[in-house]
């Protein structure tokens, strides 16, 4: 499987998604990054600047790296679903089904060691991909911050930035988890 291109992504209508974006978000970062960082689908100011994580939840993003001293230089960040969701929704089957052909291609090519999913629907999606135990959403909390290894892959689950818009009381949980997947890092 060979990694598509930027105009290939961007011509993408494998779902009805393609008709209410604007751009068809590839990853961008470090293409020898030994950590991939795969959130759910791009923002609305994502969707029109065509770039990853520069919106409110990309400022709480690079703050928490930043804090745990993760160099961006070294990473990988891609979103599950490559176009935005309409007023922010949840994805629907169809679209993950549809679109999770690009994120297969874009883990194959970086090959990294360490993957981090962040928020329910990534995380769900690589326990499926890499057979890891079935879990209900209520129990997606307590996967958060936990290391499984599958396939000689480390997942490293984490909430996604966009939760501490809405529940800053969580801030402090996420920079333990981001200081504890720089442990992780450190390790490789």
Do not use: W
């Not at 679109?99 to 990294?112: Q, V």
């Not at 057979?131 to 996604?160: C, W, Y």
């Amino acid at each position: 499987m060979n990694m598509f291109t930027k105009e290939e992504l961007q011509s993408c209508t494998r779902c009805p998604l393609s008709q209410s974006r604007t751009h068809a978000l590839a990853g961008e970062g470090n293409m020898n990054a030994d950590m991939m960082l795969i959130a759910q689908a791009p923002g609305e100011l994502e969707d029109k600047k065509n770039r990853m994580f520069i919106g409110p939840s990309g400022n709480i993003l690079h703050a928490l790296l930043e804090e745990a001293n993760i160099n961006e230089d070294d990473l990988y960040m891609t979103n599950l679903i490559k176009c935005v969701l309409p007023k922010n929704r949840r994805p629907k089957q169809s679209e993950i089904k549809a679109c999770s052909m690009y994120l297969d291609m874009e883990i194959e090519e970086i090959a990294p060691k360490i993957l981090v999913p962040l928020g329910y629907y990534a995380t769900k999606y690589i326990f499926e991909k890499y057979s890891l135990h079935q879990f209900a959403r209520s129990e997606f909390t307590e996967l958060i911050g936990k290391l499984f290894v599958a396939d000689n892959m480390q997942i490293f689950p984490l909430s996604h930035p966009a939760l501490l818009l809405y529940r800053k009381e969580f801030y402090k949980n996420s920079v333990v988890n981001f200081n504890n997947l720089r442990k992780i890092i450190a390790k490789k």
